[in-house]
Structures are given as structure tokens and as C-alpha cells.
């Protein structure tokens, strides 16, 4: 039980602290924006950030990707064009527990597909147990960690994409074909070991499958965090000779890229181009998919929503592709006030709700129960049931 009453200090505190804290945000979104509108060229910048964005330095900023100005601003008119396909896909799981009757993990798969052609939306999904050994134990021996089917699930969730692009390509071959996911299209995992080798090359081999079948892979992130951006107007800022020395320095480190392109973006608007030059995207690159980014406000003027958007460069640099990219997010995100129709039509065919794992448990504990196999929770988990009840 949560008592709330003797929280009551600690949340008069927090409140005070957001009002200070939006007081401190407000100045520092009109010193970003200053620092906007004086930063050099792309070029000019590429070439003072060499020292830092190249060998094994892990700068956490942003670099321009393209020619275009970083105060650069784009729009789009009109719809879709007709015939568009748009699909999203997203993912769910029940991760493993250790104290369950059986060790198992579950990832279910979501997808939609909306054509811009009247037809109706057609929605997917797929499901995978598993169970195996070497699927649920790692090689210490230790049941996997959660991380490491978050790793699983968005690798099946790339999968699943490549074979939706691969089907909707046959349905339309001569419509554009966008295929979203939610969440960042950049591998967002460490890589540690052996099999999350395994796992960002087998990534990799479904955005080259998407590709193939005449698709754009796109993440979009909303309510991105991170301030890459800020960091890079920071960088803008200083002289040449002072570069890498004072770039940890940036006295803006509370202000996150989202915050700033609320302020700088219109409804509707989009940035230039941004790319990230970390060790992950050095190995997209070297599998033809260096990933850009952008930011969107698909909101409304007394409401801005940014999202960032992530795409491979070869498809980022296609203008034609990336204006359809562009209306289909602004059309996508009217219906639902700010979000993809797609991708939330996609999480409501992944779902995994509470009562689906506890009719899954039961399902496999009668199985079990047939083949003579008694099975019960550990007693901890035994006790949590019983304390959950109350």
C-alpha cells in the first residue's frame, strides 16, 4: 500500500521544482534559438567537427546531414498522393519469470496497412513461444535478461516488416510503399557479445530486405528525447581551436532538441536533415543504411507535437519520396491528435493484455497438467498472487 500522505513534502517540492524548471527552459529555448540562426554552414561545420566525429570518439552530438541550413524549414501541400501505402508495424512481449510454472518468453507482432486508394486498412499480426533452451537461458547458464528479448522483439519486428512491404509491393508494385515502426530506426542496443552481433546484422538484413522490395524504412519516435541537436549548436558556437576541448562544456545540457523545435517549428513543418556519427550508425553505413533524422510538429499551433523521424540516407535524399513521407505523417498523425493512425492500429493488434498471458499460463499449464506434469509458482510468486488480489 502507497501512502500517499506522507509523500505530501516530496510533492510540493517536485512542483516547485517544474516551475523553476520551465522558467530556466523558456531562456534557454531563446539562447538555442539565437544560436540557431548564427550557425555557420553545413560544410563549415562538418569540417570544424572532423576532430570529433571521426576514429573512437563519442561525441553526443548531431552533424548536418545535407546542404540545407540548419534554420531550414520545409512544408507540404495537399494529401498523399493517391495510392500511397503506408504500413506500421509495432511489438509486444511477456518477458521471461523465473518464479512462473515454466519459463517461456512471448513476442506478438502488429502490423496495418492503409492504402491512400479508399480501400480498407488491412491488419496483421504473428506470434512466437518460445521455450527452447537456448532461447530462454543465456550462456552463464541464467535465464535471458529482459533487454535481451527487447533485443529479439525488434529484430522480429523488422522482419515482419520486410514480409508486409514484400506483400503490399505485390498487391500495388507501382505504389509509393513507406514502412513505419515505432520507435528509433538507428540499432538502439550496446553491442556486447557474439549474438547482439547476430541480432544488429540480422536488423540490418531486413532494412536491405525492405529496400529490396521497393519500401522506405522509418522510425518515428514521439516524444523524442535526447538533445543531439542542441549539443551540435553548441559546438557552432565555439571557435575552431576550442574544438573537442570545450564541447563538454554546452551550458544548455537541460534543454532536449524536442523543447527547442517546439519553439522553432510551425504545424506542419519539418527541419533539415541531421545525422548521428556514432559507432552504431558507422555500422548502418557500412551496410548501405547511415540513418538521418528530422523533426516534425505534426501538432497544432497552441499544441505542438514533435516527433523525429528516422531514415535511411539513399531514401532521405529521395526529395519525392521523403514529400509523400512528409504528408502522409501530417494526414496519419490528424486522425488520432498527434500520432499515426498506422502505428496505433499496429499496437492494438500486438497487445498482449493481462488476461491473454493468464489465459496463455493456464492453456500451458493444463497441457502440461495432460502429459502428467504437476507445475506450480515459485512461493514467492505463489505470495504475490495472493497479495495482488487485495
Not at 7 to 27: C, F, G, P, Y
Not at 118 to 128: D, H, K, Q
Not at 134 to 161: C, F, H, K, T
Not at 313 to 342: K, M, R
Request: aromatic share 8%; net charge negative.
Amino acid at each position: 500500500m502507497l501512502h500517499i500522505e506522507r509523500l505530501k513534502t516530496d510533492i510540493e517540492a517536485l512542483s516547485r521544482l517544474a516551475v523553476e524548471r520551465q522558467t530556466l527552459r523558456e531562456d534557454d529555448v531563446a539562447r538555442a534559438l539565437r544560436w540557431l540562426a548564427e550557425a555557420p554552414d553545413p560544410a563549415t561545420l562538418r569540417e570544424r567537427l572532423a576532430p570529433v566525429t571521426s576514429g573512437d570518439h563519442d561525441w553526443p552530438g548531431a552533424l548536418p546531414a545535407a546542404d540545407a541550413p540548419l534554420t531550414a524549414r520545409f512544408t507540404v501541400d495537399g494529401d498523399p498522393p493517391h495510392g500511397t501505402v503506408v504500413i506500421g508495424v509495432d511489438g509486444s512481449q511477456v518477458y521471461p519469470d523465473p518464479h512462473a510454472a515454466v519459463l517461456y518468453y512471448l513476442i506478438q507482432i502488429g502490423g496495418l496497412a492503409f492504402s491512400y486508394d479508399g480501400s480498407r486498412p488491412r491488419p496483421y499480426s504473428c506470434e512466437a513461444l518460445h521455450f527452447k533452451d537456448e532461447e530462454v537461458y543465456d550462456a552463464q547458464g541464467y535465464p535471458i535478461s529482459n533487454e535481451r528479448v527487447g533485443m529479439e522483439r525488434l529484430v522480429q519486428e523488422m522482419a515482419y516488416l520486410a514480409a508486409l512491404t514484400a506483400i503490399e509491393h505485390r498487391l500495388a508494385p507501382a505504389a509509393p510503399l513507406l514502412a513505419l515502426t515505432d520507435g528509433p530506426l538507428l540499432w538502439p542496443y550496446v553491442e556486447r557479445s557474439r549474438s547482439d552481433s547476430q541480432a544488429i546484422e540480422a536488423y540490418l538484413d531486413a532494412l536491405t530486405e525492405i529496400r529490396q522490395a521497393g519500401g522506405l524504412p522509418v522510425g518515428y519516435v514521439a516524444r523524442p528525447g535526447g538533445r543531439a541537436l542542441v549539443e551540435l549548436l553548441w559546438a557552432a558556437q565555439l571557435a575552431p581551436e576550442d574544438v573537442p576541448g570545450r564541447l563538454a562544456e554546452n551550458p544548455l545540457r537541460r534543454l532536449t532538441d524536442a523543447a527547442l523545435m517546439a519553439h522553432f517549428l510551425a504545424p506542419g513543418e519539418r527541419s533539415a536533415w541531421f545525422t548521428r556519427p556514432s559507432a552504431t550508425n558507422h555500422r548502418h553505413a557500412g551496410r548501405g543504411h547511415a540513418v538521418w533524422f528530422c523533426y516534425v510538429n505534426v501538432g497544432a499551433a497552441r499544441a505542438p507535437v514533435i516527433a523525429r523521424v528516422e531514415a535511411p540516407e539513399w531514401g532521405a535524399q529521395n526529395a519525392d519520396v521523403i514529400t509523400t513521407l512528409h504528408a502522409v505523417l501530417l494526414h496519419q498523425s490528424q486522425v488520432l491528435n498527434g500520432y499515426p493512425y498506422v502505428l496505433a492500429r499496429a499496437h492494438e493488434e500486438a497487445l498482449v493484455t493481462t488476461a491473454d498471458k493468464a489465459a496463455l499460463d493456464s492453456e500451458i499449464q493444463r497441457h502440461l497438467f495432460a502429459q502428467g506434469i504437476l507445475v506450480r509458482p515459485s512461493e514467492k510468486a505463489q505470495q504475490k498472487a495472493i497479495l495482488g488480489k487485495r
